[in-house]
């Protein structure tokens, strides 16, 4: 992520985090201290914590994004609709993003039932004040469904696939890999990507 800044990429990276690591004491620290030391803006990254998770230690997620928050860090929930989560608690959460599960958008263009259930999450997010990402984006239709209803961001391999640090800095300087799109030139110098 430094390296990134240092050339001119700005842009959220986003890590994963476990129902263990939520418990441990010092996770806040720890990430806090590995950015002061790499000079890595807070607001750079995004910790994601699935649905099924949150609500697996309520108090320790509770308190360890409330403590990631105050440090600036982005939080989102991730793989939401596949647990059974409280709303009342996922309106506690101090998470300013919902990322809805691919399982949802694979039939999205076929079905009436996930179009349903898309809308409605969109809605209930942003009722939260929460930002919307669409996981598992494969097809133009789903990206236009997507696009009709209101959802903030998209990825999926319609976008790209993954690929590794390198090619994705070679990506931002016009050298596009194959099977993907060319907005690349977003993610420079222009803040973080939407």
């Not at 596949?82 to 608690?89: E, I, K, R, V």
């Not at 999450?121 to 990402?133: K, S």
């Not at 976008?159 to 640090?165: G, L, N, R």
Request: hydrophobic residues 40%; proline residues 2%.
């Amino acid at each position: 992520m430094a390296q990134w800044a240092r050339d001119g990429l700005q842009m959220r990276v986003a890590i994963n985090l476990s129902v263990h690591q939520l418990r441990e004491p010092d996770l806040v620290s720890r990430i806090e201290s590995a950015m002061e030391r790499n000079g890595v803006k807070s607001s750079h990254l995004l910790c994601e914590i699935t649905e099924s998770v949150a609500m697996q230690d309520i108090a320790a997620t509770q308190r360890t994004l409330d403590e990631l928050g105050k440090i600036g860090v982005y939080l989102s929930i991730d793989d939401f609709g596949t647990g059974y989560s409280s709303l009342s608690y996922l309106r506690q959460l101090p998470a300013r993003q919902l990322k809805i599960d691919r399982t949802f958008i694979a039939d999205l263009d076929s079905s009436d039932d996930a179009k349903a259930v898309v809308d409605g999450v969109v809605r209930l997010a942003h009722a939260l004040g929460l930002r919307v990402v669409a996981e598992g984006v494969e097809t133009s239709s789903q990206r236009d469904i997507l696009l009709g209803l209101g959802c903030d961001e998209l990825q999926g391999y319609f976008f790209a696939h993954p690929m590794s640090a390198d090619k994705l800095l070679a990506w931002t300087h016009g050298h596009k890999p194959k099977g993907t799109l060319d907005f690349a030139q977003s993610l420079m110098h222009h803040g973080i990507a939407a």
